[in-house]
């Protein structure tokens, strides 16, 4: 539902006079994480991760607000008072790390704690046995539709031997404004896509701060 519920954002700030604002977009994004190639291992959840970023946090320079809240503003007066509230949830999805705390009883969701504020949330998934596996730490977005919790298409799971530097890491921006959390979110994808690049070389070589891999 909630794919069908971006659709028309997708198709309004992704073509016409948007397709260069898209491709400077990709540009700006790729430069932070690294780029990615259509052989790569987790192109498809890449993008996917990309394309929430652009229309979830990355403000369009002629409205200074990302293609959703920019769309909610402007149609929010035609939508009905239902739909109303599913767009205004939309436009207050929460991007983060989390680590997987546990299975729900009845294997219907996960409960995940966000590592930035330390809240828990119930997570529902359709296909639990999607890969997730307790202590599991990954980059996800959370989005709130009716009275549960989603995640978004895509993923970013780190490897678990450098839980201690990444939670290090977070310790340090835990107080910080969503600018520098970003930041190291965008580190951390960065680093996953050089440990899945260069196997070879250590871990503790790649996941670091000003690594010269």
Known sequence: MIEKLLEPIIDSFTTGKYYKEIYQAKK?????????????????????????????????????????KHFFKINKNDFSEKTRLIYNDLCQTQHSIFRLKRKTWNKNGVVIQDLFSGLTLTVMIPDINRGFYRGDIFEARVIKYLDSYCFSKGFCFHPTDVSPFILDEIKKVRNQDKKKQLKLILQLSG???????????????????????
């Not at 430069?31 to 790569?40: A, H, S």
């Not at 680093?191 to 891999?213: E, P």
């Open 191 to 213: 680093m996953k896509l050089k440990h899945l690049r260069f196997q070879h070389i250590d871990i503790t070589h790649i996941y670091q701060m000003n690594s010269k891999f």
């Open 28 to 68: 700006e994004y790729f430069d932070k994480t690294g780029p990615v190639y259509e052989d790569d291992i987790e192109f498809d959840q890449r993008m996917s991760i990309f394309m929430d970023w652009y229309l979830f946090d990355r403000d369009l320079p002629e409205f200074d607000l990302p293609p959703i």
